[in-house]
C-alpha cells in the first residue's frame, strides 16, 4: 500500500504500531528477565555462602529463570491487554473478510440468476419459434380424408 490515500496511510500506522508494540513486548521481557536473574542471583550468592556447592539450590534458581520469567501483576496486566488487543484485530480483519467474500458471493449468484433468466427467455423464444415451423397433423377421420398432414 501507498501512503497518498487513507487506507495506505492507516495500513503504514497500523503496521508501525504493531512493530513498536512487539519491539516493546521483547524490551519488557528482557527487562523483567534481567530483574529476576539479579534478584535470584544476588539470594544464590547469600546462600551459596552458607551453603557451599548447594547444586539443588542452584539448578532451582536456572530453571526458575530461564524458562518462564517472573513477571509483575502489572506486566502480566499489559501482555494480557496487548493479545486481547491483537485478538479483537484479528477477528475484525476476519469479519471484514468475511463480509467481503459474502457480498462477492451474492454479486455472483445474483448474476448467475440473471444469467440463467436470460437463456431460459431465449429458449422459450427459440422453442415458442420452433413450434410455429412444426407440421401439425389434423386429427380424426377428416384429417385422414382430407390428405393428412398440413
Not at 76 to 90: G, P, T
Request: glycine content about 8%.
Amino acid at each position: 500500500m501507498t501512503a497518498t490515500s487513507v487506507p495506505g496511510l492507516l495500513a503504514l500506522f497500523q503496521n508501525e504500531w504493531d512493530a513498536l508494540m512487539l519491539e516493546t513486548h521483547t524490551l519488557k521481557e528482557h527487562l523483567a528477565a534481567t530483574r529476576t536473574v539479579r534478584k535470584e542471583g544476588g539470594r544464590e550468592g547469600g546462600r551459596e555462602g552458607a551453603r557451599a556447592g548447594s547444586k539443588h539450590t542452584l539448578s532451582y534458581a536456572k530453571a526458575r529463570t530461564q524458562p518462564f520469567p517472573i513477571f509483575s501483576p502489572q506486566q502480566e496486566l499489559a501482555n494480557a491487554l496487548y493479545q486481547h488487543d491483537a485478538a479483537c484485530r484479528v477477528i475484525a480483519r476476519l469479519a471484514r473478510e468475511r463480509d467481503t467474500a459474502l457480498s462477492q458471493l451474492s454479486a455472483l449468484q445474483s448474476s448467475f440468476a440473471q444469467r440463467a433468466v436470460a437463456e431460459a427467455a431465449e429458449a422459450a423464444a427459440a422453442a415458442a419459434a420452433g413450434a410455429m415451423e412444426v407440421v401439425s397433423w389434423k386429427g380424426g377421420r377428416e384429417g385422414r380424408r382430407s390428405g393428412g398432414w398440413k
